[in-house]
């Protein structure tokens, strides 16, 4: 008698597709993208805005959007959200 189980997983085995290797370039985008996305959460939550004790006056003001970028950058290469693998995947599969 043919173990049925058995037969299924080498089918299974046998059909599967080969995991395509990641792409350094769409991976790069995706977490460009989820830095983007992340600053724009990170400056509605209210990082960036002048501190009224600090008084760091209109150079405070301009220079805080690159502070923003900069956390979100990092939050997003530390692993971010899961948005830029979200949007890594979408990208491969449209690939």
Avoid: W
Wanted: no cysteine; charged share 20%.
């Amino acid at each position: 008698m043919i173990d049925t189980g058995t037969a299924t997983r080498a089918t299974l085995v046998a059909n599967e597709k080969p995991r395509p290797t990641p792409d350094p370039q769409l991976r790069e985008v995706a977490q460009k993208l989820e830095a983007q996305f992340l600053a724009e959460m990170l400056s509605s939550a209210g990082l960036g805005r002048p501190s009224e004790s600090l008084n760091g006056g209109i150079g405070e003001e301009q220079f805080s959007s690159f502070l923003v970028q900069a956390y979100a950058a990092e939050l997003s290469r530390a692993g971010g959200i899961g948005l830029a693998a979200a949007i890594e995947a979408a990208m491969e599969r449209r690939s």
